[in-house]
């Protein structure tokens, strides 16, 4: 099953982004072809640009309050676990704590190394970090494996507590949907949402064997699903047939 995600608002649209180069930059670091390590310095700075567009820690650290509140007003239900939601609490209150103490927006303390930011001011540019560029990141390229990795570990750390904080919110908001089996009349789904609930993310399985790929388009009224396959011209092209697929809500 491939699993797709659309996301209702801005925020959290930026949540997945940054989860998206947090995972890529994770793959990335291991790896010891110096390839694999040039594209790493880049995850890290694409995560700089998008984490510094808005006040995200302070985002993030609302959310992460939010949370903390919404679960406490569990407390004495006997159908929920204490145990269970002292970890969780405890979980939100690490990681609202490493967010606080990080000092200013995400990698901020890296656009204070010189020789980084040569290579940030030449990465985007076709062709920029070629040795006749940046001689001294060509160097760097050609040191041991174990010394580019170390590096990476220095520079990505200052990235961990955004990071943690999060994969932990996403998650908890995977966990709030409950999927549901739905079908697609003729390739067409529409699907009404309750009122009284702000949804934020949509989360949809669908099968691969048959190549159909999910349109999908919301708002805070109603979800569209659109199935799209494609032709031998290469574009896509509406399925016209009866489809399904698996649908989950987070709330």
Not at 49 to 60: K, L, P
Not at 192 to 199: A, D, M, N, V, W
Not at 215 to 230: A, C, D, H, K, Q
């Amino acid at each position: 099953m491939i699993l797709y995600e659309y996301p209702f608002n801005e925020r959290i649209r930026t949540y997945l982004r940054l989860e998206h180069l947090f995972r890529r930059l994770g793959e990335l670091m291991p790896r010891e072809h110096p390839l694999d390590h040039h594209f790493a310095i880049q995850t890290i700075f694409e995560i700089m640009d998008v984490a510094s567009r808005v006040d995200m820690r302070s985002d993030v650290l609302k959310d992460i309050e939010k949370h903390r509140q919404h679960l406490n007003s569990y407390r004495g239900n006997p159908a929920i676990s204490e145990h269970a939601l002292d970890e969780a609490i405890g979980q939100l209150e690490e990681r609202f704590a490493n967010l606080n103490a990080m000092n200013g927006k995400a990698g901020q303390s890296l656009t204070e190394n010189d020789w980084l930011m040569s290579i940030r001011s030449r990465i985007g540019i076709p062709g920029g970090t070629c040795e006749f560029d940046l001689p001294a990141y060509y160097d760097w390229q050609h040191r041991p494996c174990r010394e580019r990795q170390d590096d990476l570990q220095r520079w990505a750390g200052t990235l961990v507590p955004l990071a943690e904080a999060i994969m932990l919110l996403l998650k908890m908001l995977r966990d709030s949907g409950s999927p549901q089996k739905v079908v697609a009349p003729g390739g067409q789904f529409q699907q009404t949402l309750p009122q009284g609930r702000t949804f934020q993310l949509l989360r949809l399985r669908i099968d691969p064997g048959p190549g159909w790929v999910p349109e999908i388009s919301g708002n805070r009224l109603m979800v569209s699903v659109r199935l799209l396959t494609r032709g031998p011209d290469e574009r896509m092209h509406p399925v016209q047939e009866d489809g399904s697929f698996e649908l989950s809500l987070c709330a």
